[in-house]
């Protein structure tokens, strides 16, 4: 079935440091978005991306559709940061059912 | 950014009995999802909901689930009866378009007993 593979399944960094978290998926991708989970459960949208790169705030997503590649890059990181980063990806339905990967679990020590 | 809301934020049931999760979409938009996470797992697609219709719905939407949203009240997720497999979080989405960005609520909290 559709894969969505995300690395490193978990990272640790001191604050100040940037982050840069991946996301492969096994077939075309007609919409892709970056959520953060935090510890507590509650899920925010980060960036939506299907392709080329996106900047918000000290987040930049760039997504490679051709090789099934997004990237997410956390630039200082801080404490807050520490949490839950999922991609999920829409595989070509265009009806928004999304597939998530298993996150990546990003730690920000002081 | 835009919010969904979603009542209860916590249910806790007893087997057997049947459960309803209200979700309060952006009010704009069309396309609404449920999703379910089991505690520390993957978080995975329930149904999509377009124009009062089932749009898509996996092997996790077993036949005692059911959706609707009246007359563009809130988009319900009934479970009757539930199980014991059921417990859960379960997160309702909403979007423009099926294309468009997801906006998730805070998730309902269910506990079967």
């Known amino acids: 079935g559709q894969q969505v593979q995300q690395s490193p399944a978990s990272l640790v960094l001191q604050e100040g440091e940037n982050a840069e978290l991946q996301c492969n998926f096994s077939?075309?991708?007609?919409?892709l978005q970056w959520f953060y989970q935090s510890p507590g459960g509650s899920l925010v949208s980060l960036l939506s991306n299907p392709s080329g790169t996106k900047h918000t705030g000290r987040l930049t997503s760039t997504t490679v559709t051709k090789e099934r590649r997004s990237s997410l890059h956390i630039s200082s990181s801080q404490t807050t940061d520490s949490g839950t980063y999922l991609c999920a990806i829409d595989h070509n339905t265009n009806t928004g059912k999304l597939t998530f990967g298993d996150g990546t679990v990003l730690t920000v020590k002081p | 950014g835009p919010k969904v809301l979603q009542i209860p934020s916590h249910q806790i049931i007893d087997m057997g009995q049947m459960v309803t999760l209200n979700c309060d979409p952006v009010s704009n938009h069309l396309y609404f999802y449920w999703y379910k996470q089991i505690l520390g797992q993957q978080m995975e697609f329930l149904v999509n909901f377009y124009n009062g219709k089932v749009m898509e719905k996996s092997k996790l939407f077993k036949d005692q689930f059911s959706v609707e949203r009246p007359d563009g009240s809130y988009f319900t997720l009934k479970i009757q009866p539930t199980a014991l497999e059921d417990s859960a979080v379960y997160f309702c989405?909403?979007?423009?378009?099926?294309?468009?960005?997801?906006?998730f609520g805070p998730g309902t909290r269910l506990l079967v007993l």
């Open positions: 989405a909403s979007s423009r378009g099926g294309e468009n960005t997801q906006y």
């Open positions: 077939s075309t991708a007609t919409q």
